[in-house]
C-alpha cells in the first residue's frame, strides 16, 4: 500500500512537471513574443515596448526564460499580470474563494442529485422514467454552458426579476448588515451559475452511478437481501448503493476538466468573481503570465483531484488495496 | 469493413440511434443544401429599420441587431461547424491511432514517455491548450483552427488504441503472426490496427459533439470563427447584447448545437453499446 501510494504520488508529480512544460512551450508557439500584439489595442510606443520585453525577460533566449520561470514558481512567484501590474499569484489567490464556492456547489448537486437519480434509474432500468432521464441528461450533456447560462439569466434574471443575473454580490447592499444578510446575498447570486453548470455537468455522475449500480444489482448477494425479506429501500441503498458508490468517485478525476472548463463559461457569462472569469479576461488582454498562471493551476488541481479521487477509492475497497 | 459496419447497422437498429441519425441528417442536410436558397448570411439590408425583427414568414428565425437574416447564418454557420468537427476529429483519431500503436507495440521507454506526456496533456484541460496559443495569435484561419482543435483531442484516443494493443498482443494468433516472420508493419496494419477501429468508432462519434462544443465555446470568446463569418458560438456572443430585445438571435443557433450535439452523441452511444455492450 505504501509502495503504491509513494509510486502513484511520484507520477502526479512527473505529470505536473511535464503539464508545466507543455504549458510554458505552448505560450510560445504563437507567431512573435507574447508582447508582439500589445501594441495593437494601446497607444505603446516601440521603445515602451522593448522596455516591458526586458521587465518580463522576453529579450532573453527562451531556454533561460524557462529556467527563471520555473526558479520563480519554486517561491511561489508566477510573474506579473500586464493586464492589472500586480503578483498573478496574489490575483489569483483573492479568486479562489469564489472559484471553490461555486464548484463546491456544483460538486454537491452532482454528488447528491445525480447520484439518486443514477441510483433511480438503475432500479426502474428500461422504464418510462429511466428513458426519459436518460434523454434529458444527455440533452444537458449537449448543451453549450455559456448558452443555457445566458438563456437563465434572460429568463429568470432580467425577464422575470427572480433571481440576480451577474456578480457575487449587491453593490447596494448596506455593508454594515448583518453577515446572515450578506451570505443570503451570496445565496441569491450563487443560484443560476450553480445551476447551470450542474445542469451540464451532471449527467456524467448520473451515467455512470446508473451503470455501476446495474452492475451490482446483478450479483447474488441482492438476491439474497430480497430472498431475506429486507425492505427494498434497504436492499437498493444499504447493500447496492454502498458498492455501487465507489466506482464513481473515480469519475472524479475524470469530468473535473469538464467542470473546470464549464466554469470558465460560467463564470464569464454571469460575472462571478473566480478563476475562469480572470482567465477570460487573460485572454482579452493578451495577459499572457495570468493566463499562464491559472492554466497551470488548473491542471493542478486536476491532476490532484484524480491522484484523489485513486487514494480515495483505495482506502474504501480494500479489494483495490490489496491486489 | 465489417468491423465498422457491424455496430454501425446495430446502431441503427436502436431507437436512439436511429433518432440519432435521422436528425443528424436533417441537420446536415439543411446546412449543406439550403444557402444558396437563403439570402446572403453577411448582407445587412436595412441596418435600420430591418434590424432585431421577430421571426416572420420572410425570416423565419428573425434577424439580428446588424438585420442580418439569422436563418442563413444559422445554416451557413453550422455548416463550418460540422466541417471543422468531421476534419478534426478526422485529424484526431489519426494521431491517436497512431501514438497508441506505437507505444502499445514497442513498449518500454517509448510507451512510457509517451503516457507521461499523455497524462499530462490530459491534466490540463482541452479548453486551456487551446486558450494558450489563441490567445497570442493573430486571428486564426480556419485550417489553422482545425489544426489545432485536432491536435489537442487525440490524447484519449491514444490511451484506448494502446489498451487494446497490449490487450491484443498477447492473443495467439498476433504470437502466430510473429512467431512466422511477419514485419512490425504487417503486424502492427494486418493485425492490430483493424481490432481498434472499434473503439476508433466510438471516439470518432462521441469526438463530434465534443468537437462542435468545443469550437462553439472558442467562437464565442471570439476565438474561434472569425466574425463576420457566421459560426454557432459567435452568434451567441453577438446575441448576448441583444437577449432582452432581440432573443431569437441567440435562441435558434444555441439550439442548432443542443440538436447537432445530442443527435452525435446518441449515435456514439448506441455505436458504443455495439462494441462493449457491457457499458448498457
Known sequence: MRRWLLHRTAQATVTLAIALLLIFFLMRLAPGDPLARLSEDRPLTPAQIEALRARFGLDRPVGAQFVSFVGGLAHGDLGTSIQYGRPVTALVSERIPATLLLGGTVLLLNFTVGVWLGVRQAVRRGGAADTTLTLLSLSAYATPSFWLGLVLAWLVGVKWHLLPAAGMEDPLLDPGAGWVAHAADVGRHLVLPALTLSIVSIAGTMRYQRSAMLEVLRLPYIVTAEAKGLPTRAVIWQHAWRNAFFPVLTLFGLWLPLLVTGSVFVESVFAWPGLGSLAVGAVGYRDYPLLMGTSLLAAAVVVTASLVSDLAYACLDPRVRFS | ?280
Open chain 2, 1 to 280: 469493413m465489417t468491423v465498422l459496419l457491424e455496430p454501425l447497422r446495430h446502431a441503427w437498429r436502436t431507437p436512439r440511434g436511429r433518432a440519432g441519425a435521422l436528425v443528424l441528417l436533417v441537420i446536415a442536410t439543411v446546412v449543406i443544401f439550403s444557402p444558396p436558397f437563403l439570402p446572403d448570411p453577411l448582407a445587412q439590408p436595412d441596418p435600420i429599420g430591418g434590424a432585431s425583427l421577430a421571426p416572420s414568414i420572410t425570416h423565419p428565425f428573425g434577424t439580428d441587431q446588424l438585420s442580418r437574416d439569422v436563418l442563413s447564418r444559422v445554416a451557413v454557420g453550422g455548416r463550418v461547424s460540422l466541417v471543422v468537427a468531421v476534419i478534426a476529429v478526422g485529424l484526431s483519431l489519426t494521431l491517436g491511432a497512431l501514438v497508441g500503436l506505437v507505444a502499445g507495440y514497442w513498449g518500454g521507454v517509448v510507451d512510457a514517455a509517451l503516457m507521461r506526456v499523455v497524462d499530462a496533456a490530459l491534466a490540463v484541460p482541452r479548453l486551456f491548450l487551446l486558450l494558450l496559443v489563441l490567445a497570442m495569435s493573430e486571428r486564426v484561419p480556419v485550417w489553422a483552427l482545425v489544426l489545432l482543435i485536432g491536435a489537442t483531442g487525440w490524447f484519449g484516443t491514444s490511451r484506448i488504441v494502446r489498451a487494446e494493443v497490449l490487450r491484443l498482443r498477447e492473443e495467439s494468433y498476433v504470437r502466430a503472426s510473429e512467431a512466422l516472420g511477419a514485419s512490425p508493419r504487417r503486424v502492427i496494419f494486418r493485425h492490430l490496427l483493424p481490432n481498434t477501429l472499434g473503439p476508433l468508432l466510438v471516439a470518432a462519434t462521441l469526438g463530434v459533439g465534443d468537437v462542435i462544443l468545443l469550437e462553439a465555446g472558442l467562437s464565442f470568446l471570439g476565438l474561434g470563427i472569425q466574425p463576420p463569418a457566421p459560426s454557432w458560438g459567435g452568434m451567441i456572443l453577438d446575441a448576448r447584447e441583444v437577449l432582452v430585445t432581440a432573443p431569437w438571435a441567440g435562441l435558434f443557433p444555441g439550439v442548432a448545437i443542443v440538436l447537432t450535439v445530442l443527435s452525435a452523441n446518441l449515435i456514439g452511444d448506441a455505436v458504443r453499446d455495439a462494441v462493449d455492450p457491457r457499458g448498457a
